[in-house]
């Protein structure tokens, strides 16, 4: 059988092939949708809001990168039940340890604030360093780096390279700071180079939380942070924290986050801060700093309306110091301070921070309220060249259930301070009052922070000399609040301090 096949030559195929293929391009052409390219470059002119990149080339060469090192020296025993052995045998078993030195290295970032070379950065970048250096953003120029002063207490250190005609970052004025100010936060977060981020200001006058609030106003530093949603991560620690024109406004700090990394919780010193703590070490080679000698207290509301103040701003002064600054100007206790130098105090960070600021000899102009009524007092500051205490641990009673209970602070037990409580508590001569020795968990009190081993000096103003004085006091408070000055005992200290306790009976 013979097959027949049915179809084109190959010359004719592949001419159809062809015309067909040129239609559908033709076709294709005429059919495609048409693309708009624009090559024009964005408006970046001030105050458009389309783009900080002209802020950010002025001033990225003055933010730099820091690499600090210690040199840590450490033993190694081949056997590691030599240092055990050598209790027991002495000198018996020869020495066959080794001294080796480890290296360690630090990332941080800093700004070039004058032409010639000094840089302010944080101090715990380069605590403890033997070695520093400092390279530019781009990374082609190192400087070895000199310390001139750390200031612990602030968290601000200062460096010194040797150079001319450097990239100086101009500095803001950050008590001009609002809530909600745009900012950029520049620095070199886990080594992976300069990197800005854009952020608002979340808030003013912030401190770190502490785990035991019990006494907040003894922080071991000054801290009146700025607080920033800008993305702040470790190595960015020193670098800059400016406004939208570019000025620095914050040296970046600290953050608060579960990780470890940025939670859009972070904190910069403001820079009237860190610039009054150079200007120091420039001037005077050391901080000193302005001293009024007082004890405070932060107000809360209920503290507020005990004692007529209009709002919950000031520091409360819950001890004056003999012959400080602020006896001589007159302050007492339980005068709550709203103002210095015509600036309102909106808490005891920045009362402390104000104060720190003026120098040893200078005149504070204080309003305060006492008792309601407004007061001007001037003090003349000394001088307190270190940090504040360390939080302090309570150190409570022994409790005794049986005690007499003050109806009006409901579940509080007190017995008389005597001379076996006194000597419990360490407490001096001139601390005259009744020893708390309960306090229900439940109760008012325990919300307010009433502890056990707190000595309770004033009820509502009137003085307490024992038991019986509390729970007369106690039953006679008519009003919605009970206020109560106490004397605490901490590990190596004491304090006073005042709590507002509600009067207003739980329902269940």
Not at 124 to 135: F, L, P, Q, S
Not at 149 to 167: F, H, M, Q, R, S
Not at 387 to 397: T, Y
């Amino acid at each position: 059988m013979t097959r027949t096949f049915i179809g084109l030559s190959s010359a004719a195929l592949a001419l159809v092939v062809l015309i067909v293929t040129v239609h559908y391009v033709a076709h294709a052409r005429e059919s495609a949708p048409a693309i708009h390219v624009d090559t024009t470059p964005v408006d970046r002119t001030p105050g458009s809001g389309n783009s900080y990149g002209p802020i950010i080339k002025k001033i990225a060469p003055s933010v730099v990168n820091i690499y600090s090192t210690r040199f840590i020296k450490q033993r190694v025993y081949r056997d590691p039940f030599y240092p055990l052995m050598r209790q027991f045998f002495g000198n018996q078993i020869p020495d066959e340890s080794r001294e080796y030195t480890r290296r360690d290295n630090w990332l941080g970032s800093g700004m070039i604030v004058t032409p010639d070379g000094y840089i302010l950065t944080a101090n715990h970048v380069v605590d403890g360093a033997d070695e520093i250096n400092v390279t530019t953003s781009n990374d082609k120029i190192e400087y070895p780096a000199k310390i001139i002063g750390t200031d612990p207490a602030t968290d601000i250190a200062v460096l010194k390279i040797e150079g001319a005609n450097l990239p100086a970052i101009s500095l803001g004025d950050s008590s001009q700071l609002e809530v909600g100010d745009v900012v950029l936060a520049i620095g070199n977060p886990f080594g992976v180079g300069q990197t800005v981020t854009r952020g608002i200001i979340s808030a003013l006058s912030r401190s770190l939380p502490m785990e035991d609030d019990a006494n907040p106003y003894h922080s071991a530093r000054y801290q009146d942070f700025i607080q920033t949603d800008a993305s702040i991560n470790q190595g960015n620690s020193g670098g800059a924290l400016v406004d939208a024109q570019g000025r620095l406004i914050g040296i970046n700090d600290a953050i608060v986050s579960p990780s470890g990394a940025s939670a859009g919780i972070g904190f910069a010193v403001p820079i009237n801060l860190a610039r009054s703590v150079m200007e120091s070490f420039l001037n005077g080679g050391k901080v000193a700093r302005g001293y009024l000698g007082v004890d405070l207290q932060e107000v809360d509301a209920g503290l507020a309306k005990s004692f007529g103040v209009s709002s919950s701003g000031g520091a409360l002064v819950t001890q004056v110091g003999d012959g400080t600054p602020a006896a001589n100007a007159g302050l007492k206790s339980g005068d709550v301070i709203v103002a210095i130098n015509d600036q309102s105090v909106s808490s005891v960070e920045n009362l402390k921070v104000t104060i720190s600021q003026l120098a040893p000899g200078s005149k504070a102009a204080l309003k305060v309220i006492r008792t309601g009524a407004e007061l001007k007092l001037t003090a003349t500051l000394g001088e307190k060249s270190l940090g504040e205490k360390p939080p302090l641990q309570p150190n409570p009673a022994t409790a005794t259930p049986e005690s007499p209970r003050a109806d009006a602070l409901d579940g509080v037990y007190v017995q008389d301070l005597d001379s076996g409580f006194r000597r419990q508590l360490g407490a001096p001569l001139d601390v005259v009052g009744a020893v708390v020795t309960d306090v229900d968990n439940a109760s008012n009190s325990s919300v307010a922070g009433l502890h056990r081993g707190d000595v309770i000096l004033e009820i509502n103003h009137q003085p307490v000399a024992n038991a019986g004085d509390a729970v007369r006091l106690g039953k006679s408070v008519k009003s919605d609040q009970i206020l109560v000055k106490v004397w605490r005992r901490f590990a190596d200290g004491a304090v006073i301090r005042y709590l507002s306790v509600s009067n207003t009976r739980h329902t269940k």
